[in-house]
């Protein structure tokens, strides 16, 4: 017995109500179809059909099955569906969410090289720092960066690591007293990311409590007023980079032990994720491993 022909007859018949119905869409004869459904009975050990001469019932057991036999095939078909998609070069909608500024740096010019590789796949990005439901929203994936282990209902995957920084102006560095450990720097006008689940700690060794004139949620907007050498921020390296490189910022405090910032690719937890969800991660992991 193909039990899967039979599971899909029976769904068919629990629609219907009639083997000859269902005898008319399989091209074959209504005794068997009678014969598929009682050797389906035969293997569960169970009733499922109660037959009579003028309509059938499902049993209580039948209608437990019902919902279960249709779970297994839409679970079949959305299988074969992957398989069908992972053989084709994505397409279709991706909705995505990306931090602000990583947005901005290096997953904008990540997505600019994937939209050349996969011009089939229509992207709807929303950049934003704010914590949202993926699901709620109805986001395909989205991206977080955290130092901390990652605790979510979706599935995370790992995609790169960045190290932070501790920036100041070279001017701001001349006329303020000395930085020469973390601890120095409760002397120090310092910014704070609004967005931080550490708040107004700073993760350098065991933690430095700071205080400061400015709170905000964009790194971007901080770092303008770190080279305008009104105080010190803590910066990811993704944020800072451009500005350290071309001396706008030193980078103070190097020797100090500080936790890495994993960029995280997440999307719903579910039995089956779109090809073209797995593609774009596939995609991300590859180009930072070709930027090291």
Excluded at 244 to 271: D, F, T
């Amino acid at each position: 017995m193909n039990k899967l022909r039979a599971i899909e007859m029976f769904i068919k018949l629990a629609e219907v109500r009639s083997f000859t119905r269902v005898a008319e869409q399989y091209n074959t004869s209504k005794s068997m179809i009678s014969k598929e459904i009682s050797r389906l009975e035969a293997e569960l050990g169970a009733r499922l059909i109660h037959r009579t001469t003028r309509n059938l019932q499902l049993t209580h057991v039948g209608e437990g099955y019902l919902q279960r036999a249709k779970d297994i095939l839409n679970k079949v078909e959305d299988a074969d569906k992957f398989i069908q998609e992972s053989q084709q070069a994505p397409k279709g909608k991706l909705k995505v969410n990306v931090p602000m500024v990583l947005g901005i740096t290096d997953l904008g010019a990540m997505f600019a090289d994937f939209m050349q590789a996969y011009p089939d796949v229509d992207l709807e990005i929303h950049l934003g720092d704010e914590d949202i439901d993926l699901v709620e929203q109805g986001f395909d994936l989205g991206f977080r960066a955290s130092s901390r282990p990652f605790d979510s209902s979706y599935i995370g995957k790992e995609i790169t690591r960045f190290t932070y920084h501790v920036c100041a102006s070279q001017h701001y560095l001349d006329t303020h007293p000395k930085i020469q450990s973390a601890q120095d720097l409760i002397h120090h006008n310092c910014f704070e990311y609004s967005y931080s689940k550490r708040k107004n700690v700073w993760p350098l060794d065991e933690g430095v409590k700071i205080k400061g004139s400015l709170k905000v949620n964009n790194v971007l907007f901080m770092l303008q007023a770190i080279k305008h050498h009104l105080g010190i921020g803590v910066l990811p390296e993704f944020a800072c980079r451009e500005a350290i490189a071309k001396g706008e910022v030193i980078s103070i405090l190097q020797h100090v032990e500080k936790p890495n910032l994993a960029l995280y690719a997440l999307y719903p937890a579910r039995q089956f994720v779109p090809a073209a969800v797995l593609q774009c991660i596939e995609f991300l992991q590859a180009w930072f491993k070709c930027d090291e």
